[in-house]
């Protein structure tokens, strides 16, 4: 089984090629929904957000992810705090996952990780995708989003520059056109994995 891990940074439209991706047939995990599904069902995991980040992160016992995401990019100490509590749980269940799909015979997966060059993996995939959209354009979409100024910086700087991330890329997608170019670019770069 061939593992793709398809990685960028923030706003460059990670989830929009996974979505394209679907939409030819793929399987994507997604490693933002996968920690999704740790706060929405996770007691453990709650209870140690409650003693590290206090009571208000959550509103109506279900954790305030836009609210716990200003208080980790304002403070770094907490995000490694987060990371070390999410992280391994993220790649057990990822990994659980894979094992399972690769008996059921699949040829190939796509793993969604924001994070991949950020955070040690325990498996090396045998591609990596990254998607690249300009600086400009990244601020651009998160001011859309309704991301003020400060908070945008502050989210951009948290991540590995772009230099570090392109030059390990086995594929890089860049999403600066239109969506039109996205689609073409997406279906060539998937159609090019059975051609081998």
Do not use: C
């Not at 995708?129 to 601020?139: A, I, K």
């Not at 003020?148 to 890089?172: G, V």
């Not at 860049?174 to 159609?191: I, M, T």
């Amino acid at each position: 089984m061939k593992v793709i891990v398809i990685t960028g940074s923030i706003a460059s439209g990670k989830s929009e090629v996974s979505r394209l991706l679907r939409k030819l047939g793929a399987l994507v995990i997604d490693a933002d929904e996968v920690v999704h599904g740790i706060l929405e069902r996770g007691e453990r995991t709650k209870k140690h957000l409650l003693e590290e980040f206090g009571s208000g992160i959550f509103k109506e016992g279900r954790v305030d992810r836009d609210h716990l995401g200003k208080i980790v990019f304002a403070q770094k100490e907490k995000r490694v705090a987060l990371e070390k509590l999410l992280h391994p749980q993220v790649k057990r269940i990822i990994s659980g996952k894979i094992k399972r799909l690769e008996k059921q015979g699949i040829d190939v997966i796509f793993l969604e990780i924001p994070l991949f060059f950020e955070v040690r993996w325990p498996h090396s995939p045998d591609e990596i995708w990254v998607v690249y959209s300009s600086p400009d354009l990244q601020r651009k979409r998160l001011k859309e989003k309704g991301f003020p100024e400060s908070e945008i910086e502050r989210r951009i700087s948290a991540q590995l520059p772009w230099e570090a991330k392109l030059t390990r890329a086995t594929r890089i997608i860049d999403n600066s056109g239109s969506l039109r170019e996205l689609e073409e670019k997406v279906l060539s770069a998937y159609s090019s994995l059975f051609e081998r």
